[in-house]
């Protein structure tokens, strides 16, 4: 039986490079062998999978830029993933390894015209940084939907968790190696894109939820304001509270000591660093997601002092190069959070509960949210509560829908609102929209209508987060309309 299944196994792979072609690049690092996509409109595209953009990393230390090879590199299937924070987060069917600084490269099988080069976009995942990786959004539809519009492509995997954003504190491990990783992977892709016929000097960051919001930090920092020229940040601010604050570094501490690493910084790296991987997934169990946090993530970015010299928004954003930036929010962003798919965000709401969410229900999440502000929680009573309550029904879908604006101000509208304001006194160009569709297929029954967090991806990726591309026309004139958004930005900004 397993002779059969290795036999099968070995005519998939011979049919899957048969059935693309390959496609050769030489780049000064050495030449890099992928696959050729015959794209609906009769182009080719040219995939390259699991190109190495930094040498293997070691653990809680910045990736080292990947050495020249000799031969052919091959780059026909995705690299690993990197480790999520908790072992319930890997999917079966994919590979983990901490040996996971890969990218791939979508690029048009034309030659472009002029020396230039085509505009490049660089995706960077969302997954509150503690999950995601480049793999689930594959390559074909990158190719049908970006590709054969002559924009050079790229997604990358950084490290997550622990792995990517623990922190002493001090300048042992500051913290924010995801944020460098990212940075090593922009600086390859801007040192080797014109290899695979992209413009160096036309790198559009784009970013979702925890990749936006790192994005939006990137921009403020002098040690990544030269690798890309426009950004564009879907539902994701830095100024965001699950996003950048210092309590990682009390989660770290947390981290060690179930682990039993304990003494000075110092120490404390030493004895983690010689640990299994076994032992970490086995301490994440234990120590499971915060539930005093709004979406239970542990693991964050911070002021590190080197990435980010100073502890303020405003005056990196003062000092910080004007990068074009296009910023999207959905209308109903924690409505997918509120519906209970983490189980553990202070949010939401026991399945039960949903057609039977009350005033006193909302009464009481503000009280909480309120807690310690002189006057706050009538205000907040006044607005998600009264507010036009006499024009609308006041039912369980009236509460729910307060709820989720409520906290979506907190998260996602807010903190985005503050950083526009800033990005524009210090003269910066920003543009901002909102998403109101959404697919019916999957949303019309929904305790809570409306666009949730991360609506956008099934429309540019057709990877299906909580929301279903439905194709029906309104669908394809919606994706149509963002995805002209987000290339036309990448062109011209």
Partial sequence: MRLLLASLFFLFRFAFFELFPSAKVQTKLGEIEGLRYRLQNGHFARIFLGVPYAEPPKRFEKPKPVTPWNGRRLAKEFGP?????????????????????????????????????????????????????????????????????????????????????????????????????????????????????????????????????????????PVASDLFQRAICLSGSSLSTFAMNERVVSESRLLSRFLECNGPSEKVISCMKNLPIDAFMAAFEDIGPAKDRPLGFRYNMRFDQELFPIDSYERLLELSPNVPMLTLITSAEMGVFIMNILDFCVFDVEPQKLLSYSESDLRLVIKTVAAGVDGLEDELVQFYIQRNEDSELPNSTFYLSRLTQLASDILFNIPMLQEVELRIKYEGRVYVGLEEYFSRVDRDEAAIPGAYHGNELCYLFEDQFESVFDGRLESRLFQRQILDAVVSFSKTG
Avoid at 174 to 180: H, I, K, R, S
């Fill in 81 to 221: 993933s990197c480790y999520p924070t908790y072992p319930w987060m890997m999917d079966a069917e994919l590979e983990f390894s901490e040996d996971c600084l890969f990218l791939n490269i979508m690029a048009h099988g034309k030659p472009p015209k002029g020396h230039l080069g085509y505009p490049v976009i660089v995706w960077i995942h969302g997954g509150g940084f503690e999950v995601g990786t480049s793999t689930i959004y594959g390559f074909q539809r990158i190719a049908e939907n970006f590709v054969s519009q002559h924009v050079v492509f790229v997604t990358i995997n950084y490290r997550l968790g622990p792995f990517g954003f623990f922190s002493t504190g001090d300048d042992v491990v500051p913290g924010n190696l995801g944020l460098w990783d990212q940075i090593q992977a922009l600086r390859f892709v801007k040192e080797t894109i014109a290899d695979f016929g992209g413009n160096p000097s036309e790198i559009t960051v784009l970013g979702g939820s925890a990749g936006g919001a790192s994005i939006s930090a990137l921009t403020m920092s």
